[in-house]
């Protein structure tokens, strides 16, 4: 296991526009300079692109092949054109880390990418073909994850955030971002010091990609006080995988194809098959936890897959990820409304309902699995969170153990008083149903930083206004009208509330707290 503690050294100096006779080498940054040579200096020697402010004004070069990446507190996004790809057809962005210092970090989770993008100096983020990052966690650990953007990978892709580093290390991590234009395909390793390398991360992207560029950015706030840093050794793009990579090319892009995944087919209901995607941890056992996971808007349950499942194996669960297609659940009505009515408000039969499938699922769970569990676990992102709460209303006899619902973009409030799909009339949910969803356990669980009121995929409708400006706020009131609804109907409330400090409109963090919450909070409690 990658336990050792890394400080983080990351940049870049002199632009070497080094095309080596062999052809390999496309730029070579080397942090060679002499000490407390200061960013700006360094990298506008390799760059026609820079926005430096003063907060970035403690970066400077160590004297020893270093650059130190420190911040004098504010958060906002700077980015770094570092130059062209040229017109090779296969390259590789390779980033060598002295180390980094993140034990006095305060406010936003500082972080680090280093990015292939469509055209240079573009500042909009859907510009950004594969990547790879480093940030440290609201839990002070520090994680590395691989993302790409593009019409193949619909609202993006991000692995894991993992593996997770400690707060301070000082050895040497080696992270690789390969690229293959012609097969819209990437991949993301890494290495600690001199040992095996890992694959990290793989997936396509858009024909219309083509990594033209290299950038990087920083984000977040460090200390205020500029003792929190990144060190950087040496970033390169190359036509070939670091010499010393037992890796060959036939591995990068004729095997690496996309990765099959567990999956079986399953009809809840007549004329209707879904696919549901699985993984069984090696620790798994009869008695292990069963937790089913709600895709969000892009019903990539793959995606989803993907990024719970190291949970799985470090909490020992059976998770199971179903998929909605557009096919069976077309549009909002279909999925996030639960398919309850159709277009013309007449109610559905129960069995068609999309809310309806969880229940029968998890007997097939139970039968395919010789699994002994009485109830299951519950999450949903985006939404899927707004599947979950929405359940919680029409499906009374579910039998979730604890329900996790994570950044949903709108709400239907638990008042009769508003018509649905904002709130519950003439819904049928009896207020019997209504008492009992107000008792339920469940978490709602929000990121603070997911507070962006022009966010592409929330809803702006007068109704969905009046619950708030944006995500965050929409989910506090949620929280705050199921307490007031308890109170006047004399129940006991069973829903908790919970904020992700550093943490936006993403799934991958949101599922590392919600594990935590579900499993091993619990278990050290």
């Not at 808007?297 to 909490?315: G, I, P, T």
Request: some cysteine.
């Amino acid at each position: 296991m990658l336990t050792k503690s890394i400080r983080c050294l990351l940049l870049f100096a002199l632009l070497l526009p080094v095309y080596a006779a062999s052809g390999k080498i496309l730029h070579d940054w080397q942090f060679n300079d002499r000490r407390d040579t200061p960013l700006s200096g360094t990298l506008n020697t390799a760059s026609r692109f820079t926005n430096w402010d003063g907060n970035l004004a403690n970066s400077r070069a160590t004297g020893d092949g270093l650059f130190r990446i420190r911040r004098d507190g504010g958060g906002n996004n700077r980015r770094f054109d570092l130059g062209n790809t040229g017109d090779a057809d296969e390259f590789f962005l390779v980033v060598e880390i002295a180390g980094w210092n993140f034990t006095n970090t305060q406010g936003r989770n500082p972080n680090i990418r280093f990015e292939f993008m469509n055209e240079p100096a573009r500042t909009n983020t859907t510009e950004t073909t594969a990547g790879m990052r480093l940030e440290r966690m609201p839990n002070g650990l520090v994680s590395m994850q691989g993302f790409a953007s593009g019409t193949a990978a619909p609202g993006g892709q991000a692995s894991d955030p993992r593996p997770l580093f400690n707060s301070y290390m000082n050895q040497k991590l080696t992270m690789v971002t390969s690229y293959s234009k012609s097969l819209n395909q990437y991949v993301v390793h890494f290495r600690v010091g001199d040992g095996p390398w890992y694959e990290f991360f793989r997936g396509h992207t858009s024909g219309v990609r083509d990594a033209k560029s290299v950038r990087m950015r920083v984000f977040g706030d460090f200390d205020g006080g500029g003792r929190n840093y990144f060190n950087i050794e040496r970033l390169y793009v190359s036509t070939e995988f670091p010499k010393d990579a037992p890796i060959s090319r036939e591995r990068l892009w004729r095997e690496v194809q996309e990765e099959q995944l567990d999956k079986f087919v399953f009809s809840p209901s007549e004329g209707v098959e879904m696919d549901i995607y699985y993984y069984t941890p090696e620790n798994l056992t009869p008695e292990s936890p069963v937790v089913m996971v709600l895709h969000g808007v892009n019903r990539d349950a793959d995606r989803y897959l993907r990024q719970w499942r190291s949970l799985a194996a470090e909490y020992g669960f059976l998770l199971i990820v179903p998929e909605f297609s557009q096919d069976n659940f077309p549009g909002d009505r279909g999925y996030i409304m639960g398919k309850v009515f159709d277009s013309d408000g007449e109610r559905n039969p129960r069995e068609t309902w999309a809310y309806s499938a969880l229940e029968p699922l998890f007997d097939e769970v139970l039968d395919r699995f010789e699994n002994s569990n009485e109830g299951y676990y519950l999450y949903g992102h985006s939404a899927g969170s707004q599947f979950v709460h929405r359940m919680n209303y029409f499906v009374p006899d579910a039998r979730f153990i604890h329900a996790v619902s994570a950044n949903a973009g709108w709400y239907t409030l638990p008042t009769h008083e508003i018509d649905f799909p904002y709130g519950l009339n003439n819904t049928g949910v009896s207020e019997e149903e209504l008492k009992h969803a107000l008792s339920q356990p469940m978490l709602i669980l929000l990121g603070e930083e997911d507070n962006d009121p022009n966010h592409r995929h929330l809803r702006r409708a007068p109704e969905a206004m009046e619950q708030g400006a944006h995500r965050f706020a929409r989910g506090n009131n949620y929280y705050k009208r199921g307490q007031e609804a308890a109170e006047e109907l004399g129940v006991e409330f069973g829903w908790q509330i919970q904020t992700v400090p550093g943490v936006a409109h993403n799934n991958a963090h949101m599922a590392v707290e919600a594990a935590a919450f579900l499993f091993k909070n619990k278990n050290e409690n």
